[in-house]
């Protein structure tokens, strides 16, 4: 394996513990075809520290209240917003995957890239410590802020438009159809008992954004 030292360069971080990188590159089809440990427990830990990390950087910047700070840091941290830190240095390129998943696109797949991005962080973290972690999210991550925030998310938008009308919404799974490697999801929204919007997604994420997308055009068009 010789993914883990081309992206130490790009990381500007060079492991003491090489081994941690490759299990944070690890994806688990690629880990269960050669009996190895994947980077789903690495991915747990990196959670919680870019979520420290990011809360730590805009605390220091926006004198706003809680709310701001949240719904921003909310933001900064969702899938979209690590697949564009991810794709500035390419991670896609350096991941361990198996065969199924490589011949199906795993490589550009949102939900994968996401959670190696953050197993790399997790990774870094248990080689050194938050502060690393913290320098490395400022270098690699806040430059592309801007970027990130001017992102769409319609869950949050359609959550905030009904709040405001004292309702309430919720979303389901309603098909889960495809191989492991390779699924689609169908999701649906509805406010209070009210079908509200559709959505199809290679990732639940991803079709209940859609379904938050649906649901916003409808009501657009209606008022």
């Keep these: 394996m ?26 688990s089809s690629y880990a269960n075809e050669h009996d190895i440990e994947c980077n789903e427990r690495m991915e747990f830990l990196g959670d919680a520290v870019l979520e420290l990390s990011m809360s730590k950087y805009l ?35 350096y991941l361990y995957l198996g065969k199924g998943e490589e011949a199906t696109g795993g490589r550009t797949r949102p939900a994968i890239i996401a959670d190696a991005l953050e197993a790399v962080l997790g990774a870094i973290f248990l080689d050194s410590s938050f502060d690393t972690v913290y320098e490395i999210v400022n270098k690699m991550f806040i430059p592309y802020m801007d970027e990130v925030l001017k992102n769409k998310d319609y869950k949050s938008q359609l959550q905030e438009k009904l709040q405001s009308e004292k309702r309430t919404i919720h979303y389901e799974i309603t098909k889960d159809e495809g191989p492991a490697n390779n699924k689609t999801f169908e999701a649906v929204v509805f406010m209070d008992d009210i079908l509200m919007g559709r959505g199809i997604g290679k990732t639940k994420k991803e079709a209940q954004q859609n379904a938050a997308k649906d649901a916003l055009e409808k009501e657009a068009q209606i008022g």
Excluded at 11 to 21: A, R, T, V
Excluded at 66 to 82: D, I, S, Y
């Design 59 to 93: 605390f220091s910047k926006i004198q706003l209240d809680e709310g701001v700070l949240t719904k921003t840091r909310a933001k900064a941290v969702c899938e979209t917003a690590l697949n564009i830190y991810a794709s500035k240095i390419n991670l896609g390129q």
């Design 2 to 27: 010789t993914n883990s030292v081309k992206l130490e360069d790009v990381l500007g971080y060079h492991f003491n513990n090489k081994e941690l990188l490759t299990i944070a590159l690890t994806h």
